[in-house]
């Protein structure tokens, strides 16, 4: 029944004035509603098939022109009926009429409707009329009590549940049809705060029910700690060690940590999460590392057995391609705990992988992964009554609205300062007829013994073009670059080809790697300076940020050219300006944020559900915020009937519906 009544329209049609049909012809400005009587109706054939209707009133007369139509139209639209219509008039050739108009048929005392007429949402095959009776009948026969006390609604100043839904569903002839389209009216404001605080609500209560959750507090940062940083060839940022701090505090609770580590593309997230695991590992407890890809993973892997290695931490690897033969022992070592620190990639939750005392797990580009995946990471935990506490990371920078909305029962850590020695990276754009002056570049980086990165332009329609399209360029790009070893490294090779690209690359073999956007997560190469994306056009922001990301890495400056096909769009020219201008990845996340919508933020985490449907990321901040304030009132108990109001609400709002659950 709530469902119904939530049903809401999208807009609204204003069908309660008709306008003089001398008038609509003499100032044609938008839809409008004209009524009279047909004069004449007339079946054409030339130039194609089309009904014309004349109508007319005491002012004047105008055509109706129906080029698809139905045999009972034409019965329908007869001399002398009186109808309806709603559309937009047009100068035409033979005088103003209008295309495909919207009709009723009525007679001459046919009261005009004195409300505005909702449209609906409606998949296909359901009429309004019936949505409209289905609506109308929950209307009548639900109690629409409010789930908010009066005394709250004042401080709020919101209007009362059933007004608004009534509003919303009729509102009357008068009504700002601005601020109903637009969502600003306040029965609009008043729903989306309901459904807003309904999301805190559960977000907020996940979050409480963790806290009721146990897991092994890591209580010592042991001697191992020391060791690693006296090898470790830099020193940690100071945004590092924030955010290594804040996550130790964690670990060394009786809670599960549920925590993002975020940092730009760059910030060395890595080796915070290094030191975070040597505090599970100094309490006798094995990690998880689990990364999206194989060239990831293993470069994590790599990276930090190097730093583990004066420490004595064994480290293993485990990987989705491996021989059996290979695998066995591996599984071994961690069933029986002689592996402490486990770096892989899915392969990590399958059923064959049984941890001896799983207490940490680290999850990287956490949003590559799925909810269901990083619940069954966690359920590895050897021990059902303690769970493993949790630190995903991710160089998507998470806007403010969606921090507080889809990620509110995370802690957040973030890393808000790369390296130092870093160099911006410089962002030119190239039309991609200047493909020489490219060729030039790359020769004059080579020269200087830096390395090159070319990213293949993404072909959505099909992946067999993308890949041809590489190898093609891979083989341009070594006849144009003589002299230069040119390596090609694409999604469709074996892991282990894969891995041989990349560890060539990463010794300076290869000069130039030919690539697809396989390389856009993770990779860490410093000494490649330029990077070069063709048809950059096509990318979204957040892949050319992430891409840009993979040069800048060592202290030489570095350069980007987003290479782009003549004639840009509106949406590519403003995406494109924004990587010239900017390569504050937060600047750029909450552009995409909106450009694009938040679906390309929540990935997997939304898994196809619309959660929000009224409020909108962007325009709905501030009742966000009054939102979570309520929410955190209501849950503290802060107001008078605290617990019945947060039991009725969340039961008008989350009943049939999954619960905004993060995991
Ligand atoms: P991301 O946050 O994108 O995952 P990484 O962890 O891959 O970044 O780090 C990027 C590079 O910076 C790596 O080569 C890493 O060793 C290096 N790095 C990390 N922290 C520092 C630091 N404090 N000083 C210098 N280099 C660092
Ligand atoms: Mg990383």
Known sequence: MMDCILHLPMRYEDETQVTAIQEACRHPAGSVQIEGTIQHSEVQYRPRKQLLVTVADDTGEITLRFIHFYGSQVKQLVTGKRLRARGEPRGGFFGTEIIHPVYRMVSENTPLPTELTPVYPASEGISQKTLRRHINTALEDSPLTDTLPESLLKTLKLPGFERSIRFLHHPAADADVTALSERSHPAWQRIKFDELLAQQLSMRRARMARWQQKAPPFLTVGQHTQLFLDHLPFRLTAAQQKALDEIRQDLKGSYPMQRLLQGDVGSGKTVVSALAALQAIDSGYQVALMAPTEILAEQHYLRISEWMKPVGVPVAWLNGSMKKKERTPILEAIASGDARLIVGTHALIQDTVSFAQLGFVIIDEQHRFGVG?????????SDDLLLPHQLMMSATPIPRTLAMTFYADLDVSVIDELPPGRTPVLTRLIDDSRRDEVIGRIHAAAQQGRQVYW?????????????Q?????????????AGLNVGLLHGRMKPAEKQAVMSDFQSGRIHVLVATTVIEVGVDVPNASLMIIEHAERFGLSQLHQLRGRVGRGSSASVCLLLYQKPLGQVARQRLGIMRETTDGFRIAQQDL???GPGEF??????????????DLEQDG?????????????LTGQLPDSASIINAHLDRWLSNREEFLNV
């Open 622 to 634: 501030q009742l966000i915020d009054m939102a979570a304030d309520t929410a955190q009132k209501l």
């Open 373 to 381: 995946q990083r619940l069954m990471l966690r359920n590895k935990g």
């Open 594 to 596: 909106e450009i694009r």
């Open 469 to 481: 399209n590489a190898v093609e360029t891979h083989e341009r790009l070594t006849q144009a670059l």
């Open 455 to 467: 990213v293949c332009p993404l072909i959505e329609e099909s992946e067999a073009l993308e890949l």
């Open 602 to 615: 929540l990935g997997a985490r939304q898994s196809g559900q619309q959660m929000l449907r009224f409020a």
